[in-house]
């Protein structure tokens, strides 16, 4: 069981780059999301998506975009890499929403190193 | 808005000692509560949940019960392994809002043989 993808592992840029993670879901979810993790600060969210074609911004969208061209993926874009997104990402789904006995199935995470 | 707070870390303890990570929430009207636990190198696992006041969640010998009157939600084990090694996020989800959730900063656990 695959469950939720991320692509790639491990990421260095340069400050100035751009790139795009790939989370990838085999579970048929209509939710999914995009995190950072930074020490002491537990998860926040940057956006989501309640189903294919539809996004919206969580907590701390500035300098990210995503798209939802297609229902099992999600895609997290950085247009111009700043030291500042030096982070660990990490994708999650679910299937309607956080619910009570739905929680979010999480991906093992992007860590992702900007110069 | 909603929030979480988690003690401060890291805790580092023996094996075979009693654990309690305390966490506590604010939140508008009925949250559900939830604990992920995070491995070494791996993304978030869902532990246990409580959806409503006085609810129990187990899990791998973990409990936590929802307490309304103190908006908490402790985690507890008895009994610690060297295995249970990990960071402890508490989260909540409000499912008056957006039903998005909300993590605390997480806990940094340690047991040493």
């Known amino acids: 069981n695959a469950g939720v993808t991320q692509t790639p592992k491990f990421r260095v840029l340069k400050t100035g780059q751009s790139m795009t993670l790939l989370c990838a879901q085999d579970?048929?979810?209509?939710?999914m999301y995009w995190y950072r993790q930074d020490p002491g600060m537990g998860l926040r969210l940057i956006h989501y998506?309640?189903?294919?074609?539809?996004?919206a911004k969580g907590e701390v969208p500035d300098g990210y975009n995503v798209s939802r061209l297609k229902k099992q993926n999600f895609l997290l874009g950085l247009e111009s890499a700043a030291p500042s997104q030096t982070s660990v990402y990490f994708c999650?789904?679910?299937?309607?929403?956080?619910?009570?006995?739905?929680?979010?199935?999480f991906g093992d995470g992007t860590r992702l190193s900007i110069l | 808005g909603d929030s979480v707070t988690q003690m401060e870390g890291p805790v580092t303890l023996s094996e075979e000692a009693c654990l309690t990570i305390?966490?506590?929430?604010?939140?508008?009207?009925?949250?559900?509560l939830f604990w992920y636990v995070q491995y070494p190198g791996e993304g978030l696992q869902l532990l246990l949940k409580?959806?409503?006041?006085?609810d129990k969640g187990s899990n791998k010998g973990f409990e936590a019960t929802y307490r309304k009157e103190t908006t908490s939600f402790h985690l507890e084990k008895g009994s610690v392994q060297v295995s249970d090694s990990a960071v402890y996020f508490c989260?909540?989800?409000?499912?008056?809002?957006?039903?998005?959730?909300?993590f605390g900063q997480g806990t940094r656990l340690t047991i040493n043989p």
């Open positions: 999650a789904s679910s299937p309607t929403g956080t619910v009570s006995n739905q929680p979010q199935h």
């Open positions: 579970m048929n979810h209509e939710y």
């Open positions: 998506s309640v189903g294919e074609g539809t996004t």
């Open positions: 305390n966490c506590t929430y604010t939140a508008t009207g009925y949250p559900s």
């Open positions: 409580a959806t409503k006041a006085d």
């Open positions: 989260a909540l989800v409000n499912l008056q809002g957006a039903q998005k959730l909300v």
